[in-house]
């Protein structure tokens, strides 16, 4: 019939139905609110080692984890604005190697292949700090198996890529923790909001590679 309205049929049904949409400021309002009851319990839990001793630590030791943790989940479902610029090669690479010695890795050496001084990639810096942090509380702290832990820079021309390889030259990584394989999870993510790859294999020897385009 001329002239009539079709229905629509029905869409076809997607996977994501399960995703909830997270708004900015709902997500500071919760995440104020757990500051607020993790420093009640940080304070519980400090009175409680006076009682308690050994029991009052690990139960400190425990709020620690989970403080950890909760973090790890808000920079997981945190929005993230990324402005990638060209930044120095020499200059990422430095800051991967605070990072892994602000989080205990001691002996950490700087290596660079020949080649590439004046190097230049794409990222953001900040996001890329962060995701370095990450890096560095999950595979990169299973990296110091008992040898120096090498960071080195490596410029992939056929691909136009820059690679920043973090190996150990100790033993066996050991194995990895809940909190250690979210971490790296997040980290990987950060970086591929930046354009970029990372590949992490704790085991059975540690190779951590954080691939980022290089500034053409």
């Known amino acids: 019939m001329q002239g009539t309205a079709q229905l629509p049929t029905e869409p076809e049904r997607r996977g994501d139905e399960q995703l909830v949409a997270v708004r900015r400021e709902v997500l500071n309002d919760v995440e104020h609110a757990v500051g607020n009851l993790l420093q009640r319990m940080h304070h519980a839990a400090r009175a409680a080692q006076t009682s308690l001793g050994a029991q009052g630590e690990r139960l400190q030791s425990a709020l620690d984890d989970l403080e950890r943790l909760l ?44 080649g590439v001084p004046g190097l230049q990639v794409l990222a953001d810096t900040r996001v890329l700090s962060r995701s370095f942090l990450l890096l560095a509380q999950g595979c990169a702290r299973h990296c110091a198996g008992g040898g120096t832990v090498a960071v080195e820079i490596v410029h992939d021309q056929a691909g136009d890529r820059v690679q920043f390889l973090v190996q150990s030259a100790g033993g066996p990584a050991a194995a990895t923790t809940a909190h250690a394989d979210l971490a790296t999870a997040v980290a990987g993510r950060l970086i591929e909001l930046q354009g970029g790859e990372l590949h992490a294999r704790p085991r059975p020897a540690c190779v951590c590679a954080v691939v980022l385009p290089a500034a053409t």
């Open 71 to 114: 973090e790890l989940l808000f920079d997981y479902v945190s929005p993230v604005e990324v402005q990638v610029r060209p930044t120095d090669a020499t200059r990422i690479a430095e800051s991967l190697v605070a990072q892994l010695r602000a989080q205990g890795v001691a002996e950490v050496a700087q290596g660079m292949a020949p």
